[in-house]
Antibody, heavy 122, light 106 residues
Framework: EVQLLESGGGLVQPGGSLRLSCAAS????????MSWVRQAPGKGLEWVSA????????YYADSVKGRFTISRDNSKNTLYLQMNSLRAEDTAVYYC???????????????WGQGTLVTVSS | EIVLTQSPATLSLSPGERATLSCRAS??????LAWYQQKPGQAPRLLIY???NRATGIPARFSGSGSGTDFTLTISSLEPEDFAVYYC????????FGPGTKVDIK
């Protein structure tokens, strides 16, 4: 059974940093691209970042480029999101999501974690 | 950035009725359009990809159509568990989601 478990969310002041983790199980982690998608309270979905299965290619939404860094440790089956220079508008539930197909990234997401809440406030 | 617009914002229907949801793209996304369902307190669920292909395990009452800039998600006969928010997503140029359509019980 595929499972994705996010952790690392919490309350942080504007300008602060936070690192999110997503522990994956139930599939060959290194074969799948992974993404982070966020959802502000009561709002819609916003794609944040993606990474290839090998970790060699990374992609970012313009809204987070230069502030967030996605990475993965395939030996630990874990996905990360390092978030720096956080702003109030980054407040959201952050989901990690698994790509639908192995080997080639499709940017379709068939499994999602339950999310971790990040609140940026003074 | 490709902007997706969904209509209506809210659709009030009764179980057994047909639901028709629309998604319009600001420029052509070819057939790279997907639909997701999200229930309160839950993560989204992939329903349809590439405009008309049902994802694994999705019931046949869900169908998608369209290409270019205009797309439709149809639920042929609403089941109680189908009342939720539906998002469209394009993957033609980066990744963007629409604002969602809420299907609620009339």
């Amino acid at each position: 059974e595929v499972q994705l478990l996010e952790s690392g969310g919490g309350l942080v002041q504007p300008g602060g940093s936070l690192r999110l983790s997503c522990a994956a199980s139930g599939f060959t982690f290194s074969s799948y691209a992974m993404s982070w998608v966020r959802q502000a309270p009561g709002k819609g979905l916003e794609w944040v970042s993606a990474i290839s299965g090998s970790g060699g290619s990374t992609y970012y939404a313009d809204s987070v480029k230069g502030r967030f860094t996605i990475s993965r440790d395939n030996s630990k089956n874990t996905l990360y999101l390092q978030m720096n220079s956080l702003r109030a508008e980054d407040t959201a539930v952050y989901y990690c999501a698994k790509d639908y197909v192995d080997i080639v990234a499709t940017n379709l997401f068939d499994y999602w974690g339950q999310g971790t809440l990040v609140t940026v406030s003074s | 950035e490709i902007v997706l617009t969904q209509s209506p914002a809210t659709l009030s229907l009764s179980p057994g009725e047909r639901a028709t949801l629309s998604c319009r793209a600001s420029q052509s996304v070819s057939s790279y359009l997907a639909w997701y369902q999200q229930k309160p307190g839950q993560a989204p669920r992939l329903l349809i990809y590439d405009a008309s292909n049902r994802a694994t395990g999705i019931p046949a009452r869900f169908s998608g159509s369209g290409s270019g800039t205009d797309f439709t998600l149809t639920i042929s006969s609403l089941e109680p568990e189908d009342f939720a928010v539906y998002y469209c997503q394009q993957r033609s140029n980066s990744i963007t989601f629409g604002p969602g359509t809420k299907v609620d019980i009339k």
